[in-house]
């Protein structure tokens, strides 16, 4: 029997992570503009190499705002990686729905379509973490996992003082 998977199953959690993981190994690569010059070459070459359209030139904005994503992201899995919960599977999907909306806005302006590439992973992250959400909860999901997640107004895993 297959079970399917919840958010209040560690099945769920470990795709929470996964998804983490995998936001840390490529935010690497934008955090600094010593690492972005690194990954925006790579990019480029494998746009090139496969057909999919030019990458634009470095320029000073586009680094400014590669780094402060790559910042943001790389807090954003450290998080998830360390403190690993079901909630957070939840913001992160929303969150790659959003990354989606705007990388598929970017295709339909002539983006490079190297984008289809994080495009891809940033929806299949975001479904799996979001159905779950839809199918055991629906609306109360957000509500049902913060009350979960807090008891007498701290979290869960708090440590209780006396």
């Known amino acids: 029997m297959i079970r ?4 209040a199953r560690p099945g769920y959690v470990r795709v929470v992570r996964v998804s983490a993981w995998y936001d840390l190994v490529i935010a690497i690569g934008f955090v ?7 990954m925006h070459d790579a990019l480029s070459f494998t746009a090139e190499a496969w057909g999919l359209g030019a990458v634009p030139e470095l320029d000073l ?5 590669a780094n402060l994503m790559g910042s943001v992201v790389l807090i954003w899995s450290v998080l998830r990686i360390v403190r690993t919960l079901p909630v957070y599977g939840l913001f992160d999907g929303v969150g790659r729905i959003l990354f989606s909306a705007w990388m598929a806005y970017a295709l339909a302006h002539g983006a490079s379509r190297i984008v289809w590439l994080f495009l891809g992973v940033e929806l299949a992250f975001g ?17 049902h996992a913060h009350a979960r997640a807090h008891v007498h107004g701290r979290p869960a895993d708090a440590p209780v003082r006396p």
């Open 4 to 7: 399917s998977v919840t958010p």
């Open 61 to 65: 904005w586009q680094t400014l705002y």
């Open 127 to 143: 479904v799996v973490q979001l159905v779950p959400w839809w199918r055991s909860r629906g609306v109360d999901g957000l509500a």
């Open 32 to 38: 600094t503009p010593w690492t972005y010059v690194v």
